[in-house]
């Protein structure tokens, strides 16, 4: 499996981004898709992640203000952030894993894409 992220860049806080995440590759019958994130010196945090029957799940830091969302036709999940804050500043990884269950350690995704580098300014 391939992931791709994308849709990083540079705004101001308050703004709206949307990150991108196409899979390419082996495709799996149910799976769990996780949206990371890792700011500088800091150790990677779960961000949300969604089920391949849809169900969707957020850490409370995002809770309300980021949305995840898929479009199956396109192999390809996003990342809707809005009422973005500077502690929002990282960098964005998608992640895999098998098994369909929304996992908020890292270590139990086994596919990532490259990561892609939000920035808030204040």
């Known amino acids: 499996v391939q992931l791709q992220a994308s849709g990083g860049g540079l705004v101001q806080a308050g703004s709206s981004l949307t990150l991108s995440c196409a899979a390419s590759?082996?495709?799996?019958?149910?799976?769990?898709l996780g949206w990371f994130r890792q700011a500088p010196g800091k150790e990677r945090e779960f961000v949300g992640g969604?089920?391949?029957?849809?169900?969707?799940y957020y850490a409370d830091s995002v809770k309300g203000r980021f949305t995840i969302s898929r479009d199956n036709a396109k192999n390809t999940v996003y990342l809707q952030m809005n009422s973005l804050k500077p502690e929002d500043t990282a960098v964005y990884y998608c992640?895999?894993?098998?098994?369909?269950?929304?996992?908020?350690?890292?270590?139990?995704?086994?596919?990532w894409g490259q990561g892609t580098l939000v920035t808030v300014s204040s």
């Open positions: 590759g082996r495709t799996f019958s149910n799976y769990a």
């Open positions: 969604i089920r391949w029957g849809g169900t969707t």
């Open positions: 992640a895999l894993r098998s098994g369909g269950v929304i996992d908020t350690s890292p270590l139990q995704y086994a596919y």
